[in-house]
Structure formats: structure tokens, C-alpha cells
């Protein structure tokens, strides 16, 4: 059961509960757009980031995997291909996580006023 189906299956099998909670992040920012504004946006827009960048380095992967065989790339080479997309990949979460702070502290108002203590 060694088939290059397989294996991207049991990738994104692997990925599933991240891809699963990026998917729930559309939803709600979808659902919640005309009540929340700005918020659910960078919401929407940070699930959308990290959705796209889980699915898009899977497939990457898989892609550059087969490639270094058919292409003969050297082991120095096939490690430096990988760690460049390692850290576009780490730039691309960084942003979805952003966003994702970000909504969490937009608009909100304080809970109660601060004073000055003398």
C-alpha cells in the first residue's frame, strides 16, 4: 500500500484536525460577518491564510518528494528546497495567527474604566 495516493491521503489524514478547525474558522467567519464586521473578517481571512497554506505545503511536499526522484536532486539540494518552504510556510501561519490575535482585540471596549490610584 505504498502508492503515491496513499501517501497523500494519510498526509492530509494527518492534517485533518488542523484543516477541520481552518474550515470551522470560514464557517464562522462567513456566519458571523454581518454581526461581528471587522473581526469575523480577519477571522474569515486568517482560516482562509492557514487553510490554504496546510493544503498548499501537503501538496508541496508531495510534489517536491516525487520530484527529487525524477529530477536526481542531491540530498543537500532536496534539504534546501525544504527549508525554504518550511519558512514560507511558517510566514504564511504567522500572518493567519495574526489575524487571528488581532480579531480577538479589535473593538473591544474595556471593561471597566482605568482611573489613576493617589
Known amino acids: 500500500m505504498n502508492s503515491p495516493v496513499y501517501y497523500l491521503l494519510q498526509q492530509f489524514a494527518y492534517a485533518s484536525p488542523q484543516i477541520l478547525v481552518y474550515l470551522a474558522g470560514v464557517a464562522l467567519g462567513i456566519f458571523f460577518i454581518k454581526k461581528y464586521g471587522t473581526a469575523a473578517m480577519l477571522v474569515l481571512g486568517g482560516s482562509v491564510i492557514l487553510l490554504i497554506t496546510t493544503i498548499g505545503q501537503t501538496l508541496l511536499q508531495f510534489y517536491l518528494f516525487r520530484a527529487r526522484v525524477s529530477y536526481g536532486w542531491s540530498a543537500a539540494g532536496f ?10 510556510t511558517s510566514l504564511m501561519r504567522a ?22 490610584s493617589v
Open 79 to 88: 534539504a534546501q528546497v525544504l527549508s525554504i518552504v518550511a519558512v514560507l
Open 95 to 116: 500572518v493567519g495567527l495574526a489575524l487571528w490575535l488581532i480579531a480577538v482585540f479589535i473593538a473591544r471596549k474595556p471593561k471597566t474604566p482605568v482611573t489613576d
